[in-house]
Nanobody, 122 residues
Framework: HVQLVESGGGLVQSGGSLRLSCAATGFTLGYYAIGWFRQAPGKEREGISCIKSEDDSPTYADSVKGRFTISRDNAKNSVYLQMTSLKSEDTAVYYC???????????????WGQGTQVTVSS
């Protein structure tokens, strides 16, 4: 079966770092664009980063650019999100997703993980 599993979330102090992992089973993750999304309490889900399948080039939302780095390890069938200089505003549930290409319509994304909680203390 097709499954995405996030891990690496937790509690971290403001200014600290955290690395999230997204592991795929049931399909080859390297054939897909992989995106990271987050949803804070009372807010809508937003896309924060995506890595292309064809050349591994990344895109970032303005809110995380310069602080977060997305990467792919096809040998481990995983994608990572390295988060640095964390702020309280980064507190959210973080999700990974697989789809045909970056800039894909959110409502049509076929594969989602279950989410992992990131909490940044002041």
């Amino acid at each position: 079966h097709v499954q995405l599993v996030e891990s690496g979330g937790g509690l971290v102090q403001s200014g600290g770092s955290l690395r999230l992992s997204c592991a795929a089973t049931g399909f080859t993750l390297g054939y897909y664009a992989i995106g990271w999304f987050r949803q804070a309490p009372g807010k809508e889900r937003e896309g924060i980063s995506c890595i292309k399948s064809e050349d591994d080039s990344p895109t970032y939302a303005d809110s995380v650019k310069g602080r977060f780095t997305i990467s792919r390890d096809n040998a481990k069938n995983s994608v990572y999100l390295q988060m640095t200089s964390l702020k309280s505003e980064d507190t959210a549930v973080y999700y990974c997703a697989a789809y045909p290409r970056c800039n894909y319509p959110l409502s049509l994304i076929p594969y989602w993980g279950q989410g992992t909680q990131v909490t940044v203390s002041s």
